[in-house]
Each structure stands twice: as structure tokens, then as C-alpha cells.
């Protein structure tokens, strides 16, 4: 059923506490973790706890879970205090741009010179 755990997911492992990860913030819809492979200072990820494929599936089908991401990542911004330098908030959609997960998650990245694509 839409927005149910996936057994092959590893997002959805994290989400049920199978899998560890430095879990930043977790409110009743979502969970923030710091990302294994860190591109910036800052680099958590934000991630619904319901299962869908990609931000697109996420906002059609739970558009307030999506809003709930989006606040979550702009307050780890001020949290991580990352605000007053600017940070970026991304979210990676299809293989051809780069997406390795198939559960929607935001990347938060800051603290530091980010290189600028758009
Ligand atoms: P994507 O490339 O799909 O937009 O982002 C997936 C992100 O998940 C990557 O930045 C990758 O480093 C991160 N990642 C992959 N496996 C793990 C893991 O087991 N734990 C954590 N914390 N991050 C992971
Ligand atoms: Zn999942």
C-alpha cells in the first residue's frame, strides 16, 4: 500500500531502527540523520517516515508530510546555524541525478562554500 515500509528499503530500516545513523532530530512524521558520506560541514539528511519513491510521489500524495520536511530542514539550517551563511536544500530525483534511494529524503548542506549549479 502507498506510503507503507518497504522490506528493501534502507531509509524505511533506518525510519523502524534496524539500521542505525546519527539521527539529528525526529518529530512524529519525519526523521533527520547526518549522512554517511558527508559532502559538506552540514549534510543531514531529512527524511519522511512514510515510504514514497521521491519528493514528487511524497508532496502528490502527503503535500503536509512534504511541508513538514521542508520546515524540519529550514530549522536544522538555524539549528546547525548555517542560516545567517546560507545552505541548500535538495532533493535528488531519478538516477540521471544522482538518486541512490528510492525513499524521498532532502539533503540539507551548508557550512561551507557551496558550488553553485543553479
Ligand atoms: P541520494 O543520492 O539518493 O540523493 O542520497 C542518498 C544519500 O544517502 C547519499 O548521500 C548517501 O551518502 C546516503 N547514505 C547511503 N547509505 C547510508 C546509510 O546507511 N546511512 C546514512 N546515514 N546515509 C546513507
Ligand atoms: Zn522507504
Known sequence: MAGEPQADCL?????????????????????????????APTHILVIPKVHYANARELATAEPAIAGDVLREAGELAAEEKVDTTGYRIVFNTGPGAGQTIFHAHAHLLGGCDLQRLV
Open 11 to 39: 531509509f524505511c530500516k533506518i525510519v523502524a531502527g534496524e539500521v542505525p545513523a546519527t539521527i539529528v532530530r525526529e518529530t512524529e512524521t519525519t526523521v533527520a540523520f547526518r549522512d554517511i558520506n558527508p559532502q
